[in-house]
């Protein structure tokens, strides 16, 4: 891996951390609420819903070091081995768990299965925010990379929509990180939104939810709309909502 890779990667994990931290007290309140409360929220302030430290991460973040973990242990990828990690994060009661993953874990300590039945109600983003390790492992094994993403994504969320924002995002940092620039991603934003036009981010959504399509139409807005990370990390949290998410996934592909 180059310097110039490395500094990428680097930025792509620290940026997902410093968004998931900045964003994580705004969570659940509105752009309002946040305006009456910081003006802009621009600082690590910790507190909100989950009394946090400042610059203290959430599951975004702890999720994602879980999948790393299980890769780097061994050359070969094993959905058990991702299994039996997440299962030990749960037991460690982590600060914050995702309804929708939990209920994945769970069912996984239960009877060891790897994948969830596919479920209209398992749409929403844990799976794509935790996807970098992916990313990494497989940035010259494209077909690795779809395999993986889908596998790891599939033990807690299985809904098409969750799929191809996890492969497209994916897909996206892959641009970023061999440097191919900005127009290079754009192009496969454009081409997710013809194929799925409810992901069309022509404006941001305000209090984005944990539904995959207003993450990434949140996410996408504000990397498209600004012309450098601490500019696009900034617009997305504002908006609120979901904002360790948002704030994660924006701070993941601009950092990166």
């Known amino acids: 891996m180059g310097y ?5 990667a680097l930025g792509a994990y620290l940026g997902l951390a410093v968004g998931d931290a900045l964003g994580a007290p705004v969570e659940f309140m509105s752009p309002t609420e946040i305006r009456e409360e910081y003006g802009v929220h621009r600082n690590m302030t910790g507190g909100g819903w989950l009394h946090l430290q400042p ?33 030990r994060w749960l037991r460690g009661r982590p600060v914050d768990v995702g ?37 990494l492992a497989t940035l010259n094994a494209p077909a690795a990379f779809r395999q993986i993403s889908v596998e790891q994504a599939h033990l807690t969320h299985h809904h098409p929509l969750s799929d191809i924002a996890t492969l497209t995002l994916g897909e996206m940092l892959r641009c970023a990180l061999r440097g191919d620039g900005i127009s290079s991603v754009r192009r496969l934003a454009d081409a997710l939104v013809a194929q799925y036009p409810e992901f069309d981010f022509k404006e941001i959504p305000q209090a984005p939810t944990p539904y995959i399509v207003d993450t990434v139409r949140t996410v ?5 709309h600004t012309d450098n990370y601490k500019d696009c990390l900034i617009m997305v949290v504002n908006q609120g909502g979901d904002a360790d998410t948002t704030g994660a ?3 993941m592909l601009a950092g990166g």
């Not at 299980?70 to 997440?86: N, T, V």
């Not at 794509?128 to 390790?133: A, D, I, M, S």
């Open 220 to 224: 996408l807005h504000a990397l498209f």
């Open 4 to 8: 110039d890779l490395r500094e990428r």
């Open 99 to 135: 309804n929708t993953c939990r209920r994945g874990i769970r069912r996984f300590m239960l009877n060891g299965s790897t994948a969830a039945e596919a479920a209209e109600w398992d749409a929403g983003n844990g799976a794509c925010v935790r996807n970098l390790p992916v990313v």
């Open 249 to 251: 996934l924006a701070g």
């Open 55 to 87: 610059g203290q991460v959430t599951d975004d973040t702890q999720m994602c070091l879980v999948l790393g973990r299980s890769i780097l242990a061994d050359e070969q990828w094993s959905i058990i081995r991702f299994g039996e990690g997440m299962a």
